[in-house]
């Protein structure tokens, strides 16, 4: 005869084997926290649509966007930790986010536990295929003839990929005049039409105009060359040594979520990294997949933000 502990202990295992085994039994809700077209949208949805085939899940993406991806965050953070609602999370809101704005209601490692790392990607500098600019060097002489005057537009402020552009200036000792947008696509229109000088992007956001010959990439800001642009030049090639900054996404649930679930998740996302089909649509929008254990995926997130904390008060940045 069993024990009671012993029996509990059975009986918790067997609840737990059962929860894996019928997960999901529901439609799941992917929050994006920002608007349509960008990158974060881009690679969410891929991702929403390859589960949906390969497993027969309804994975139900939704867009909230607003305050540098932190609004839709923090619906997350809100939401119930029954493993059906998760968030495409990134470097810029995860982790720079809650170094920039205060009194936001959630802290990304007490709050959230790491489901599945998906892909990562340098930030490009470009511009209109119309511009003036034709390499880096471009760019910096114009800035160092008139302080200020050059302009490059951002997802929003204090993005990591604002931030890449404010590192740029102190490595390339310019000053640049920094135009913020609600989201990479009202930026990247503002470029192709000449409102702006320079995009600084990510390369999944920036990749059909790319492609399409509209947009020309003066340099990525990783310190090799990106393998879906590898006749770009990284921004330390084009003079600025040890110039490394690139972003991440990846999977969240809130805090809390069954260990079933996420380990699922964990498990079918990884499957379809490894699928050739995968790697290719990824690699075409601009990103390098790469999978990781939720485990993994956990630490990287924790180091990120303690590293991050120093670069976001040394570039003197704060949002109200």
Not at 33 to 40: A, I, K, L, Q, V
Not at 47 to 75: C, M, R, S
Not at 214 to 234: Q, Y
Not at 280 to 289: L, N, S
Request: glycine letters at 10%.
């Amino acid at each position: 005869m069993l024990r009671p502990l012993a029996c509990l202990l059975a009986i918790g295992l067997i609840a737990h084997a059962a929860q894996a085994q019928t997960y999901p039994d529901k439609p799941i809700r992917m929050i994006i926290p920002f608007p349509p077209g960008g990158g974060t949208d881009i690679l969410g949805r891929l991702v929403a649509q390859k589960l949906t085939e390969a497993h027969q899940w309804t994975v139900v993406p939704e867009n909230k966007a607003g305050a540098g991806g932190t609004l839709g965050i923090t619906e997350a953070a809100r939401a119930k930790a029954d493993g059906y609602d998760m968030v495409m999370g990134q470097k810029d809101n995860l982790v720079v986010g809650p170094w920039l704005y205060r009194n936001l209601p959630w802290e990304p490692t007490r709050d959230f536990v790491a489901v599945a790392h998906v892909a990562y990607t340098p930030v490009v500098i470009a511009t209109s295929v119309n511009s003036r600019f034709k390499t880096l060097a471009d760019v910096v002489a114009a800035a160092k003839a008139a302080p200020g005057t050059v302009t490059y537009g951002s997802p929003g402020n204090g993005t990591t990929i604002h931030l890449a552009g404010d590192q740029f200036e102190k490595a390339a000792g310019v000053k640049l005049r920094h135009v913020p947008y609600k989201g990479s696509n009202p930026a990247l229109m503002d470029a192709l039409a000449g409102n702006v000088d320079l995009l600084v992007s990510s390369v999944p956001s920036a990749m059909g105009q790319i492609k399409s010959g509209k947009l020309r990439p003066l340099a990525v800001t990783s310190a090799r060359r990106s393998t879906s642009l590898p006749d770009v030049p990284t921004v330390a090639e084009s003079g600025y040594a040890g110039f490394d900054v690139s972003t991440w996404y990846g999977l969240f649930m809130p805090a809390g979520a069954p260990r079933p679930a996420v380990e699922a998740m964990n498990g079918a996302v990884n499957k379809l990294l490894a699928t050739p089909e995968m790697r290719k649509a990824i690699h075409d929008q601009g990103a390098e997949p790469q999978a990781l254990g939720a485990d993994a995926f956990g630490k990287l997130l924790a180091e990120d933000y303690r590293k991050w904390e120093k670069i976001v008060r040394d570039a003197g940045v704060k949002i109200e």
